[in-house]
């Protein structure tokens, strides 16, 4: 028996033998190739663009009209849109470090040659519209969730 829980353990560690330093610089290369493809890039343009950040702003301050001016509000909404410019080299390299700690090389290198293809590129690209969709049309949606966990949680530590 304990020969055989050995057996297992020994099978098991061979498994989990990290990868070489080639293997993981190979991983590296390939998964910032991967995050810096134009198709990948273009993506992140839409996702951080002007029109984006508008429809996340009106989600956000959806009943604030009452409170701000709309001087006020476009005021707020340069701000985000210069701080989310400002934090993209940051997002982008933890996107890179995401994608060496998630994906396997021939996997990454999958997600890459996929991007160099017609088809890849013009699904990665509706992918920034899709996102677009669903934050635009989410906004209503959390402020509701928000009100219903915030009383329900109210409604427990008042028992």
């Known amino acids: 028996m304990i020969r055989t829980i050995s057996l297992v353990a020994v099978l098991l560690l061979s498994f989990a033998v990290p990868a070489s330093a080639d293997e ?60 989310m410019t400002r934090m993209r080299p940051k997002m982008e390299a933890l996107m890179v470090a995401a994608a060496t700690q998630t994906f396997e090389l021939d996997e990454i290198q ?20 899709f996102t677009q969709a669903v934050y635009a049309n989410a906004g209503s949606m959390f402020q509701e969730l928000s009100g219903r966990i915030s009383t329900r949680v109210e409604a427990v530590l008042l028992k």
Do not use: C, W
């Not at 429809?55 to 701000?79: H, K, N, R, Y």
């Not at 040659?113 to 519209?129: E, H, I, Q, V």
């Open 110 to 129: 999958a997600l890459k040659n996929f991007l160099d293809t017609d088809a890849g590129a013009r699904a990665m690209l509706k992918s920034a519209a």
């Open 24 to 83: 993981e610089a190979d991983l590296r290369a390939i998964s910032e190739a991967y995050i810096q493809h134009p198709v990948m890039q273009q993506m992140l343009d839409g996702l951080l663009s002007d029109e984006t950040m508008r429809s996340m702003a009106a989600a956000q301050t959806q009943g604030l009209e009452d409170v701000l001016s709309e001087d006020e509000i476009e005021a707020i909404l340069t701000i985000v849109l210069e701080e």
